[in-house]
């Protein structure tokens, strides 16, 4: 069975800065999709940022992007230029590339932006 | 374009008590799950719909837990008897196809005295 950890419960970090949260999954599959989702206190969960694992390029979103490991099954988020907006819980999440899957999420990381 | 509805936002119930989620999806949107988020975990997937079918619900407790799509668009999730492990955040998300990117539902927050 696939599985997502994210080792660091809490993470902080001032405006303007850079920041990385990370993640790890296993699995033996060679085809699936990763994801950052981001549930700031609203609990609205919205999609940050989307990665193929088929692509090697790491995927980019505006102050978003991710350093993809393939072997080393790690997908790591950086945030650069922290706003207090980014302050919520970001999950990391894997996808089978298989029909009919769902997400199988991490515990989730807690970010904290200070100014 | 609306997104992903639920209601009610919150709900508090005795244990042994019945209670009911209401979902309705972006429109258009074939696919629909259920997950249970407890405090401090990531979501859980409950139950995954595609369309008016049951695509996944190996981990719906169905003893207690049931879910239906009518039409193939809103969805209902009923908890009959509540327990208070039940309590928790109860998301809807919705996607196009089930390969698509999943859009979720503000939640429902439920608590089990």
């Known amino acids: 069975a696939q599985t997502v950890t994210q080792s660091q419960p809490e993470m902080s970090v001032q405006e303007a800065e850079t920041v990385t949260l990370s993640c790890t999954y296993d699995?033996?599959?060679?085809?699936?999709?990763l994801f950052w989702y981001k549930q700031p206190p609203s609990r609205q969960m919205i999609l940050v940022i989307r990665?193929?694992?088929?692509?090697?390029q790491n995927a980019t979103e505006n102050r978003f992007s991710v350093n993809f490991q393939k072997a080393a099954k790690s997908f790591s988020l950086k945030i650069s230029d922290s706003q207090l907006g980014d302050a919520a819980m970001y999950f990391c999440?894997?996808?089978?590339?298989?029909?009919?899957?769902?997400?199988?999420f991490g515990k989730g990381t807690t970010l904290s932006v200070s100014s | 374009e609306a997104g992903v509805a639920q209601s009610p936002r919150y709900k508090i119930i005795e244990k042994r008590q019945s209670v009911a989620f209401w979902c309705n999806p972006i429109?258009?949107?074939?696919?629909l799950y259920w997950y249970q988020q407890i405090l401090g975990q990531g979501p859980k997937l409950l139950i995954q719909?595609?369309?008016?079918?049951?695509?996944?619900d190996s981990q719906l407790p169905k003893d207690r837990f049931s879910a239906e799509r009518l039409k193939g668009v809103d969805s209902t999730l009923k908890i009959q008897p509540a327990k208070l492990e039940d309590s928790a955040v109860y998301l809807c998300?919705?996607?196009?196809?089930?390969?698509?990117?999943?859009?979720f539902g503000p939640g429902t927050r439920l608590l089990v005295l």
């Open positions: 998300a919705s996607s196009k196809d089930y390969m698509e990117t999943q859009y």
């Open positions: 699995t033996s599959e060679s085809d699936y999709y």
């Open positions: 990665q193929e694992a088929y692509k090697q």
């Open positions: 999440a894997y996808r089978s590339g298989q029909a009919g899957t769902a997400l199988i």
């Open positions: 429109s258009g949107h074939a696919t």
């Open positions: 719909f595609q369309n008016n079918g049951v695509v996944d």
